[in-house]
């Protein structure tokens, strides 16, 4: 097996091609069409960033939904720590003593 000493050369374009696919699959994980939009986003935003460290061992495919894959999971660890409307206020604000 042959090591590649050089960097791949992945493009945008290479990397939109796959934007519908993702979108279906973090919305498969996330279950909200807003949601599988943001995170295909970030999905795309971490892999341009993360382009020069590519080295081609897999394929751009593979690469772009492991990227997605970890997104997701960051947004679903991240709404078990978010604070839900109803743990902010009581639901109710009558006093109980007077009723009022």
């Known amino acids: 097996m042959a ?5 791949p050369d992945v493009r ?3 990397l939109e091609q796959y934007r519908r696919e993702l979108t279906g ?7 909200s069409v807003f949601e ?3 995170a ?5 935003v971490r892999a341009w960033r993360a382009i020069d ?15 997605a894959t970890n997104v ?4 679903l660890r991240g709404r078990q720590r978010r604070a839900r409307p109803m ?3 009581p639901a109710w604000t009558v006093d109980p003593f007077t009723g009022e």
């Open 3 to 7: 090591v590649r000493t050089e960097s």
């Open 12 to 14: 945008a374009e290479d």
């Open 25 to 31: 699959y973090c919305y498969r994980m996330l279950g």
């Open 36 to 38: 599988s939009e943001d």
């Open 40 to 44: 295909v986003q970030e999905t795309m």
């Open 53 to 67: 460290g590519f080295e081609g061992r897999s394929a751009v495919r593979s690469w772009l939904y492991r990227i």
């Open 72 to 75: 997701c999971l960051d947004m």
């Open 87 to 89: 743990e902010l206020a």
